[in-house]
T-cell receptor, first 110, second 111 residues
Framework: DAKTTQPPSMDCAEGRAANLPCNHS???????VYWYRQIHSQGPQYIIH???NNETNEMASLIITEDRKSSTLILPHATLRDTAVYYC???????????FGTGTRLKVLA | DAGITQSPRHKVTETGTPVTLRCHQT?????MYWYRQDPGHGLRLIHY???????DKGEVSDGYSVSRSKTEDFLLTLESATSSQTSVYFC??????????FGSGTRLTVV
């Protein structure tokens, strides 16, 4: 199954950019990369997704390498409210199921 | 989140009893999913549905069954609840290539 690999935890100073990496070396074809975050025990919240080109929205930017084997989510000016677990996921080829890993626990420090 | 509702929000049940969790959507999305989340783990896929009466297993499907008799409802059933099924259960819906919308979760405790 398609899998993603993320560091288990990261710290970031408030106001600085948070760069969260994800490895998805088994990504195939035209599968998108999606990023979600989960704050406390709430349901995960969609952040951004991309295919080949870099993407930006009001929440974050997504940088995808040319070979598409990895990506980086960038929160340009992290705030304390960005403290959460961030998940990078891809769809399992040939299905419509998405496998989450354990994500990266980001702690934004004051 | 608007468009997706899980019920109940909390439930305590005894070992060996059947339990059904309900996910209801108003978005007319084709795909629906059930995940569980436990401390130290991320979200693990239990079952998913790609249409009415069309379902498939996920990573941790043992002990669970699902049914989808209409587009808007996806039911997760624990035929005989065990303590290892104590967890937070999330439902999610998906349209085409735009990822998920998650429900608020159901906290299930099996005693």
């Amino acid at each position: 199954d398609a899998k993603t690999t993320q560091p288990p935890s990261m710290d970031c100073a408030e106001g600085r950019a948070a760069n969260l990496p994800c490895n998805h070396s088994t990504i195939s074809g035209n599968e998108y990369v999606y990023w979600y975050r989960q704050i406390h025990s709430q349901g995960p919240q969609y952040i951004i997704h991309g295919l080949k080109n870099n993407e930006t929205n009001e929440m974050a930017s997504l940088i995808i390498t040319e070979d598409r084997k990895s990506s980086t989510l960038i929160l340009p000016h992290a705030t304390l409210r960005d403290t959460a677990v961030y998940y990078c996921i891809v769809r399992v080829e040939g299905t419509y199921k998405y496998i989450f890993g354990t994500g990266t626990r980001l702690k934004v420090l004051a | 989140d608007a468009g997706i509702t899980q019920s109940p929000r909390h439930k305590v049940t005894e070992t060996g009893t059947p339990v059904t969790l309900r996910c209801h959507q108003t978005e007319n999305h084709r795909y629906m999913y059930w995940y569980r989340q436990d401390p130290g783990h991320g979200l693990r896929l239990i079952h998913y549905s790609y249409g009415v009466k069309d379902t498939d297993k996920g990573e941790v499907s043992d002990g669970y069954s699902v049914s989808r008799s209409k587009t808007e409802d996806f039911l997760l059933t624990l035929e005989s609840a065990t303590s290892s099924q104590t967890s937070v259960y999330f439902c999610a819906i998906s349209g085409t290539n735009y990822g998920y919308t998650f429900g608020s979760g159901t906290r299930l405790t099996v005693v």
